[in-house]
Each structure stands twice: as C-alpha cells, then as structure tokens.
C-alpha cells in the first residue's frame, strides 16, 4: 500500500467514499439538571420517545455513562429530520426539556459505515437484533 501513487490514493478514496451510505440524521445529546421534578415528569418523556420510535423518527436513545459507573451522566437520542430546525423542534417537544429539566445539544451526523444486524425467524415471528 505504501507504494500507491497519490493519484492511486485519492482515486481509491473517492471509490470508497462514493460507496457509503451518506445518510444524515441528528444526534441530540441531553444534560439532566439535578433535580427531584423529573421523576414525576419521567413517564411522559418516554412515552414521547417511543412515540417518535413508532411514527419512524426515533433512530436510537438511550442513557450515557462514564467508565466504572452505572449512573447516567446524560442521555442521547438520534432522530431523522430534514434540518436543524425541524431536530430542534423535535427535540424541543420533549417533556424534560419543556419543563426546563434538561438542557440538550444538536449536531447533524453523517452515517458513512457501519453494520446492523437483524434476525427474523418466520416461523414463531420472533427478532433479534445483534
């Protein structure tokens, strides 16, 4: 490989780029305020989010943790919009952050690789995704 030419190089980026998925979405990254509220506020944020999952928003959420602990220190969900705009108001409609309970952050992320993997069997209509 060390033996490419830079054009070599610079062509076999392009094929392989030209090959990946490109597909973008929006990563929101929420931090939670301390405070005893979002308890009673917690069953109306999920059922949020797996209303979006279901109307085919919701790509993946869940809590973040650092190494060691089983305590979140934030949350992330990645949700299909068309622009900024339309993630914010996405994410703006969560309860948590309505209530003030959660202050969040937006980026747009450019899927290029990666892999999932899905398991159906036909026969007893089970899943697995690996």
Do not use: C
Request: charged fraction near 25%; charge should be negative; proline fraction near 5%.
């Amino acid at each position: 490989m060390a033996d490419r030419t830079d054009a070599e190089r610079a062509r076999r980026i392009q094929e392989l780029i030209g090959g990946f998925l490109h597909k973008e979405v929006y990563v929101v990254v929420t931090q939670p305020v301390q405070s005893p509220e979002i308890v009673p506020k917690l069953l109306d944020h999920l059922e949020n989010q797996v209303k979006l999952e279901r109307d085919g928003v919701m790509f993946a959420a869940g809590p973040m943790f650092e190494e060691g602990s089983d305590k979140p220190i934030a949350g992330m969900f990645v949700i299909r919009a068309n622009s900024y705009a339309e993630a914010k108001a996405i994410a703006d409609s969560d309860p948590l952050h309505q209530a003030g309970l959660r202050s969040y952050t937006i980026r747009k992320w450019q899927i290029n690789e990666g892999q999932l993997q899905l398991k159906i069997n036909f026969s007893d209509k089970s899943a697995e995704v690996g």
